[in-house]
Every structure is written in structure tokens, then in C-alpha cells.
């Protein structure tokens, strides 16, 4: 048996290596105390001007449908732009097509509106999980009351303070819908026209979501943990944006120089078996 | 001394992220190669989700939607709603099985008739807005900018050729084919960009454990200063 | 006979008098049951014609009711003239159809978790190989829905406890919920970057002019996206920040649009987006296709 070339080694490599390699660059960059500063992409910074125009005591639906599985997405996020509505003193409803949503946004908002002072009931409200978003919003346009019924406390929504006299979705200011899945075009096709939409996607659902922007159908949007750092800066707090983005920059570099590396040991093997016949 | 009698689990909080970082590296002991300690927590990690789903759907949906409107609120005829849907359950019925599709026939119906108002809302604004785009300066739109103009002829060449790609109703020849593999190339673009972007959200996902396990469990504070 | 239904009406025959309503509600519940499950047997005695004209039938008027709403005109004053102009005389029926949808969807999602348990149930039974995971499983999913659904009626103050068993149910769920299933889902599915690390190093080779575009595209949003991006072009290439100045040079105005995030934004706006928006419109157009089909019953194997 021949021996095998380095470029056959270096192909075959084992996949565990690889992890390693990965798992090791990560560390090291979520360590080290190298911070780039993100430059604010257009998407973001529409995003932070529509939340700017609202006025203390605007009303906002909060679409909260991710679970633990983009956490590190869109934990980032939400926690950016609850803390602008704060600081803006905008009042804000969750709900929830994904079950697990429900809670881990619930257990979040309670944390962050404590921290911020903002009264359950008063100020913000969470309606809880519903499985059907369409007809939801269809109900909600038509009668909200009457579909979200009551929160997640058991309290009618007419006697909640924050929704009070609220009787459509179009009381609503705006919707922000924070997801890993489909759920924006849901949101475009069903809510009323008058009602502003501003996205915050995971990374992967981002680049689809650009002929929404060019439409003026979302009028911005936050792409992923590196967006959220994005937020972060314009808002100028520190948050879990900033390490995630910076250990993503180099996360980046590995990859693109591993994927180079494979296409040159390939070459290389391809000249390797032409020189040897 | 201090760091480590802090570390250890001596308080329900730690506990916690103790028990969180064992189920981590329990999945990720998967990466060396399948082992029963995965398979161990594979298992428990789908029974959690599975009996967690109920409490969502029985209080938030059922309670909120059957329960409480016939027992509370006393209108009768939601009784009949849940014994509707449970024949979505003879689905696993040979014999029974067809009734099924009465509820799945009302779920898909209902689907499909609000697709009509999903088009109107979703694709329509986007071709108003492609047909709107100016593709010469004018004194109508006196802040447009020859780089916009140009821009603008990209994305409607653009969005047509790949329209032409995706025309398979007729064989593609000459000047259209060639319009059409201009289209396949830049939809590599588009995809390209999802593809980047897959990538780092990937990436941010596990970059969010490590974060976990550094952070959260080694006690390693990782600052965000920029 | 004209009097009769305005006093039924008045005297609301949809709603359970207040005295005894429990007792009422739940007989009411069980007379259903027993009639919707009754009827299975006069379904069963059915041809296969006769059931495939009832699911036909169901599928069409669940698509007709919406599909009626959003077409009908909703200003009808000029025949009604104290109507709503905002709405037409089927969007009142929206909102029924909602929270019966609503219900029928949380049965639809519970029947995966039927599935489920049934299967396991089964393993453990007829002890096939491996039945100790499906244990696991069964008390790992006991478990939780108990302190699930606990946990939800309390929040409701439907379930009201104190002391150790409100603490219990508490400490409980936070362990089960933030510390062990938040933990499990979002370890497995950052799996999914090690493998795609691997993958892109094995498998993404650059053999055409397809691959070599969507693979430089790929590159250059994913460094132009990230903070990486900006300090290459801005502190390592001293590429100038921002837009042109007004009434600049073309030389000076390619300089503030070759930085690597701006290169990276347009490629997103100007090239992927309307690659995006075709996409869309194919799927658009195709949807509405299977929504017409769907509907009216002529995909084959659905309905």
C-alpha cells in the first residue's frame, strides 16, 4: 500500500480535529479582551428610528416565538429591545406561537421590567401561547379582546390597564416579531396596514427577509447576536451582543480559511495524482 | 479557595448551572462519538419537551379557548369543539382512520382560504414596489442619484432573470437561456448570502453555550466593553 | 311564531343559566362526547363515496368562510345603510372560527405528543431493545407535565398553593424549565456549528462558476457583516467611514462605497433582494396554485 500524501491527509482528516479546532477558536475569542466595534447596518438603524418616533404610552405587540434552540440569537435581541421600549416608555403585549416561547420570554420580560421598574399589568402584559398565529391575528384585528381573552395571570385583558379601551390590533402602534421561523410573512399578510412591522431574525432567516425591507413591508430589522450588537451600540449599553459578535468576526475567519484550505489540498492531491500518472 | 467554594454547587442557583452545563456536555459528548450518556439525556431532553407542550396547550389554549367559555361563561356549544378534534386521533386507526381527515379537511380548508388574503397582502406590495422603482433621473424625483437609477436596473434585470430561470413551462433557447443562466447566477448570490448567514447564525448558537460554560459555570466573566 | 325567536334570543339560549352551571356544563360536555363520538359508526357505515364527500364538504366551506370574508366587499351601506363599513356581515363569524381553530391546533400539536408516549408505552411494554431509554423518557415527560401544567394553573391563579408546595412547584419548574430543557435544546442545536464547520471543509468545493459565486458572495457577507469587516476596511486598509461628502469626486466616492460593510449591504439590497423577491413570487404564485387545489379538493392523497 502506498503511503498517503500529506494532501490526502490533510483531506481525510478526522472530524474530531476539526470540532476541536472550532471549539478552541471560540474560546479564545470569547476571552480575549479584543472588542471591534460593529459598523450599523441600515436595516438596524431603521429599526432603532421607528422605535425612536414612539411616543411614551404607544402601544406595542411583541411577537416572541423562539425557544431555547436560538437562544443565543435572539436572547440578545429581545433584551435590546425591551430595554429601548423602557427607555422610550412604551407600553408593550407578548404573545407566543411557540409553546416554549412562552415562558422563557415571560421569565425574561419579568427579569428585565423588574430591573427597569415597569409594572406587570400597568405597563406591559404577556397574552400567553397560541397555536394558530394566522386566525390569531385575523381575531385580533376583528376583536381582540374577545380572542386574547385573558393574559397569562387569568385577568380579562379589558381590565389590564395596558390594554384597556385596546379593542384591535390596530390600537397598536407596531409589532415586533422575534423568531427563528416564518412567522414575519404571517404578520405582513394578516396585520393591519396601519401598523408598522419591525423584524428581529435569526441570522439564517435574515437574507430573506431584505425584499420585506426594499417593499417597506418591514420597516427594519435586527439580524441575529451580531445585530443585537449592533442595537447595543446605538443604544449605548453593554450587553451579550458584543462578545457573541466578536467571537462570530473570527468564527468567520476559520471558516472561510478552512474552506479555502480544503479546495487547495484538493488541487494539490488533483496535481499529485496527474504528476504520478 | 474562594473561586472554587463558589463554584461548587452549595446553592440552588449553582445547582442549576451545574446541571445545566452536565446536560451540555452530555449532547456534545455525542461530537466523540454515540455513547449511552447521550442516548441518556437524548431521551430526557424529548420527554421534557413533550410533557412541558401540555402545560401551554392545556391551560393557555384548551382552558382558555373550552374550559372556561362553557364552564365559566356557560355557552354551550363549545362543547362540541374537543370532541371534533378528537378525531384527529383515530388517525392511528386502520379501521377509523379516514375520519381523521374531517378535522384535517377543516384545518387545510381553512389554510387554504387564507391564502387568498396572504397573497393580496404579501406578494402584490412587492410587485407595486418593483414596478414603482424609477429607472431614469427626472425632476419628479429631484433626490435621485444616477448610483440609485443604476441600482435600481440591477434589481429589476436581476429579479427578471431569475423569474426566466424558474420559467420551466416552455424550453429555454437562445438569448432567453442565456438570460436564464445569467438568473441561476445571481440567485448563487442569494443563496450565497444565506448561506453566510446560516453560517453565523450557527456559529452565534454555539458561541451562546461556550458563553454558558465560561461565563455561567467556570465563573470566567466575559465583558462585552467595546 | 315571529315573537318566538326574539324572546329566545332575549333569554339567550347559547348560555348556561348561573345556577348550577358546572353541573350543567359538564352534562353538556358529556352529552357531546357521546353524540360526536356516536355519530362514528353512521360515518363508518358510509361508502367510500359518501366519506369522501363529507371531508370534501368540510374542506370547502372551512376555506369558503374566509376566503368569502376578505373577498366580500365590506362597505354594504349602500344596500344596508346603518351597516359597519368596516366590516361584512361574515367577519362577526371570524372570531368563532378563531378560538375553534385555536382548539383544534392544540389537539393537532398534542396528537405528536400521543404519538410519542404511545410509542415509548409500547417499547416498555413489549421490553423491545433499549426500553430503559424509553423510561427515561415516560418519567422525564411525567415529570415535566406535571409541573408544566402546575406551573400554568398557577400563574392563572387557577391552582392556588403556599408554603413548601408553592415553593416546591417553583424551585421545580426552574430546574426542570431554565436548567435542564432550555440547557438540552439549545446545547443540541448548536451541534449544528460543528457540523457545518466539518462540512464546509469536506464537502464545499469549488468546482464551477455556481459554486465560485455563491462561495465569494458567502465570504464577503460574512466578513462584511461583522465587526471584523469594518476594522479591516477602516483601521487596517484606512478606508474612509461613511457617505461621500457632497459634490465629491467619483474617485473619492468609489473610496467611501469599497469598505467591506458597505460592499456587504449592497450585495444584500441590490443583489440578493430581488433574487429574494423571485424566489417569492415563484413561491407566491405556486402557493396559490396548492391553496386552490387544496381547497377545493383535487390534490390527490390530502384530503
Request: charged letters at 15%; a positive charge; proline letters at 5%.
Amino acid at each position: 500500500m502506498q503511503p498517503q500524501t500529506i494532501w490526502q491527509r490533510m483531506l481525510s482528516i478526522d472530524r474530531r480535529w476539526l470540532y476541536a479546532i472550532l471549539f478552541v477558536n471560540i474560546v479564545v475569542f470569547l476571552l480575549s479582551p479584543v472588542r471591534l466595534r460593529a459598523p450599523i447596518s441600515p436595516p438596524v438603524q431603521k429599526f432603532y428610528d421607528e422605535i425612536e418616533s414612539l411616543r411614551p404610552g404607544d402601544l406595542v405587540m411583541i411577537s416572541s416565538n423562539w425557544s431555547a434552540s436560538t437562544l443565543a440569537e435572539n436572547q440578545p435581541q429581545l433584551e435590546a429591545v425591551l430595554k429601548h421600549l423602557m427607555r422610550k416608555g412604551v407600553h408593550f403585549t407578548f404573545i407566543s406561537i411557540e409553546a416554549q416561547s412562552r415562558d422563557i420570554s415571560l421569565r425574561l420580560a419579568k427579569r428585565l421590567t423588574e430591573e427597569a421598574g415597569y409594572e406587570y399589568g400597568k405597563q406591559w402584559a404577556h397574552f400567553g401561547f397560541v397555536p394558530n398565529l394566522i386566525v390569531a391575528i385575523k381575531g385580533m384585528v376583528n376583536d381582540l379582546p374577545a380572542t386574547i381573552k385573558q393574559d397569562v395571570t387569568g385577568t380579562p385583558i379589558q381590565q389590564l390597564p395596558v390594554t384597556k379601551g385596546v379593542k384591535s390590533l390596530k390600537d397598536y402602534k407596531m409589532v415586533i416579531d422575534i423568531t427563528p421561523s416564518g412567522t414575519v410573512p404571517i404578520w405582513i399578510s394578516y396585520s393591519p396596514k396601519e401598523v408598522r412591522i419591525l423584524y428581529c431574525p435569526t441570522s439564517v432567516m435574515a437574507a430573506e427577509a431584505y425584499t420585506y425591507l426594499d417593499s417597506g413591508q418591514v420597516k427594519g430589522m435586527i439580524t441575529g447576536a451580531k445585530g443585537a450588537q449592533e442595537y447595543e451600540q446605538l443604544l449605548g449599553i453593554t450587553g451579550l451582543g458584543a462578545p457573541f459578535a466578536n467571537a462570530i468576526s473570527f468564527s468567520h475567519v476559520l471558516i472561510i480559511f478552512f474552506i479555502l484550505l480544503g479546495n487547495f489540498a484538493l488541487l494539490m492531491q488533483r496535481l499529485h495524482e496527474r504528476r504520478e500518472g | 479557595m474562594d473561586w472554587f467554594m463558589e463554584f461548587l454547587p452549595r446553592t440552588p442557583e449553582r445547582l442549576g448551572i451545574w446541571i445545566g452545563v452536565i446536560c451540555t456536555l452530555a449532547i456534545y459528548s455525542l461530537l466523540y462519538r454515540e455513547n449511552p450518556f447521550y442516548r441518556f439525556f437524548e431521551h430526557m431532553y424529548i420527554g421534557l419537551a413533550a410533557g412541558y407542550s401540555l402545560g401551554p396547550l392545556g391551560v393557555d389554549v384548551l382552558y382558555r379557548y373550552w374550559v372556561e367559555p362553557i364552564w365559566v361563561q356557560g355557552y354551550w356549544a363549545w362543547a362540541f369543539v374537543v370532541p371534533y378534534g378528537m378525531y384527529l386521533y383515530f388517525i392511528f386507526s386502520e379501521r377509523y382512520g379516514w375520519i381523521s381527515r374531517i378535522v384535517i379537511g377543516t384545518l387545510i380548508g381553512a389554510s387554504a382560504g387564507l391564502f387568498f388574503q396572504e397573497f393580496s397582502s404579501r406578494y402584490l406590495p412587492q410587485l407595486n414596489s418593483t414596478l414603482q422603482k424609477p429607472l431614469w433621473l427626472s425632476s419628479a424625483n429631484p433626490d435621485l442619484t444616477v448610483s440609485m437609477v443604476i441600482n435600481n436596473f440591477l434589481f429589476v434585470i436581476i429579479l427578471l432573470s431569475v423569474l426566466t430561470y424558474f420559467t420551466f413551462s416552455y424550453e429555454q433557447r437562445g438569448g432567453v437561456k442565456r438570460f436564464a443562466t445569467l438568473g441561476r447566477w445571481f440567485l448563487m448570490i442569494g443563496l450565497g448570502a444565506i448561506f453566510g448567514n446560516t453560517v453565523m447564525a450557527r456559529m452565534g448558537l454555539l458561541i451562546g453555550r461556550i458563553y454558558y460554560i465560561l461565563n455561567d459555570w467556570l465563573m470566567i466573566p466575559i465583558g462585552g466593553a467595546q | 311564531m315571529e315573537a318566538i325567536i326574539p324572546h329566545l334570543i332575549a333569554q339567550n339560549i347559547w348560555q348556561l343559566p348561573e345556577a348550577n352551571r358546572t353541573v350543567y356544563a359538564t352534562l353538556v360536555v358529556l352529552g357531546a362526547f357521546v353524540l360526536v363520538l356516536g355519530l362514528i359508526p353512521v360515518l363508518q357505515a358510509l361508502p367510500p363515496r359518501g366519506r369522501r364527500a363529507i371531508v370534501v364538504t368540510v374542506t370547502f366551506l372551512a376555506g369558503l368562510l374566509f376566503a368569502a370574508e376578505f373577498f366580500l366587499p365590506v362597505d354594504w351601506r349602500a344596500i344596508f345603510p346603518k351597516d359597519d363599513p368596516t366590516r361584512n356581515f361574515l367577519t362577526p363569524a371570524i372570531q368563532p372560527a378563531q378560538n375553534v381553530l385555536q382548539t383544534i391546533g392544540a389537539l393537532a400539536l398534542g396528537l405528536g405528543t400521543y404519538g410519542l408516549v404511545r410509542l415509548h408505552l409500547r417499547n416498555v411494554v413489549q421490553r423491545r431493545t433499549q426500553w430503559g431509554y424509553s423510561v427515561v423518557l415516560l418519567i422525564a415527560f411525567l415529570t415535566m407535565a406535571t409541573f408544566s401544567i402546575a406551573n400554568t394553573l398557577a400563574e392563572r391563579q387557577l391552582l392556588k398553593l403556599e408554603g413548601t408546595p408553592q415553593r416546591v412547584l417553583e424551585r421545580g419548574f426552574t430546574i426542570l424549565f431554565d436548567y435542564t430543557l432550555v440547557q438540552l435544546d439549545a446545547a443540541m442545536f448548536s451541534l449544528i456549528a460543528f457540523y457545518i464547520f466539518s462540512a464546509a471543509y469536506r464537502a464545499f468545493r469549488i468546482r464551477s462558476i455556481e459554486a465560485s459565486i455563491l462561495m465569494f458572495t458567502a465570504m464577503v457577507v460574512m466578513i462584511g457583516v461583522v465587526p471584523l469587516g469594518a476594522y479591516i476596511s477602516y483601521q487596517l486598509l484606512g478606508l474612509p467611514q461613511g457617505p461621500a461628502p457632497e459634490g465629491a469626486g467619483l474617485g473619492t466616492q468609489i473610496l467611501h462605497s469599497i469598505d467591506l460593510p458597505d460592499i456587504a449591504n449592497w450585495i444584500l439590497f441590490t443583489l440578493n433582494a430581488p433574487a429574494q423577491r423571485a424566489i417569492e413570487f415563484g413561491v407566491g404564485i405556486g402557493g396559490l396554485a396548492m391553496a386552490i387545489r387544496l381547497w377545493l379538493s383535487l390534490e390527490r392523497g390530502v384530503t
